[in-house]
C-alpha cells in the first residue's frame, strides 16, 4: 500500500508527524520507558529530550524555538517529580547495573566508565562500587574469574593451549579494563580452583 506523501515537502505524513511533548504526553512517554526499562535520571532526560528535539525538527508554526525551550523546562520539571516519587533512582539503577556487570565480568574500572556513561553522578557510582566491595573481598578478582571463565581464558583453557594463547589472554584482560598484575594473576593460576580458594579464604568470598 502506498503512503500518502506531502506535495510539498515529498515526505509522508508519518514521517513528518510531530511526536505530542504536552506536559501529559511527556508523563506518558517517561512511564511506558521506565515499564520497559531500568536507568538514571539522565538517561530519562535524555530520552524526553529526544522527543522534543524530533517535534521541533518536524517544523510545525506551534513548535518553534520556543516550544523547545518549553518543552525542556517540562522534561526538567518532570524527571525532577518522577525521582521525588522514587521511580527513578540513581542509586538503585547503579547498584543494581554494578552487580550486573560484575557478574558478566567487568572489573571496577570499567563499571565506573559504564554508570558514567549512563549518566550517573559521582558519588552515587562511589556508593554503588562501595557496595561491591563491602559484598565480598577482591571485587576485580571474582570478575576476573568470571571474564576468564566466560572467554575460556587462562586456567579455562586446555592445559597444552596455555602458554600459546597466554600474550593473546593477557591482551584479552587488558582491552577489559583489567590490570596488567591482576591479569598475570589469573592467567598464571595452576586451575580455576585455585583461584576460587583465594576467594574462599578468610576474609574472601564465596567461589564463582
Do not use: W
Request: hydrophobic residues 45%; positive net charge; aromatic residues 4%.
Amino acid at each position: 500500500m502506498r503512503t500518502h506523501r506531502s506535495l510539498r515537502t515529498g515526505r509522508s505524513s508519518r514521517a513528518g508527524r510531530a511526536p505530542a511533548i504536552d506536559p501529559a504526553a511527556l508523563e506518558k512517554a517517561a512511564l511506558a520507558y521506565l515499564a520497559r526499562y531500568a536507568c538514571s535520571a539522565e538517561t530519562l532526560s535524555r530520552v524526553l529530550l529526544r522527543r522534543v528535539e524530533r517535534a521541533v525538527r518536524a517544523g510545525l508554526d506551534e513548535l518553534r524555538l520556543g516550544e523547545r525551550e518549553q518543552g525542556r523546562a517540562r522534561v526538567a520539571a518532570l524527571v525532577l517529580r518522577l525521582v521525588d516519587a522514587g521511580l527513578v533512582d540513581d542509586l538503585a539503577f547503579a547498584l543494581g547495573r554494578a552487580r550486573r556487570l560484575q557478574r558478566q565480568g567487568r572489573p571496577l574500572a570499567a563499571i565506573r566508565h559504564a554508570l558514567a556513561a549512563k549518566g550517573v553522578g559521582g558519588p552515587e557510582i562511589a556508593t554503588a562500587l562501595e557496595y561491591l566491595t563491602q559484598e565480598g573481598a577482591e571485587p576485580d578478582l571474582r570478575a576476573a574469574l568470571a571474564f576468564a571463565k566466560r572467554r575460556r581464558l587462562g586456567p579455562f583453557r586446555p592445559r597444552a593451549e596455555r602458554a600459546a594463547a597466554y600474550r593473546r589472554d593477557l591482551a584479552a584482560f587488558a582491552r577489559a579494563r583489567f590490570s596488567l598484575a591482576l591479569a598475570r594473576r589469573v592467567l598464571d593460576a595452576p586451575t580455576p580452583e585455585a583461584l576460587r580458594a583465594e576467594l574462599a579464604a578468610p576474609g574472601g568470598t564465596g567461589g564463582n
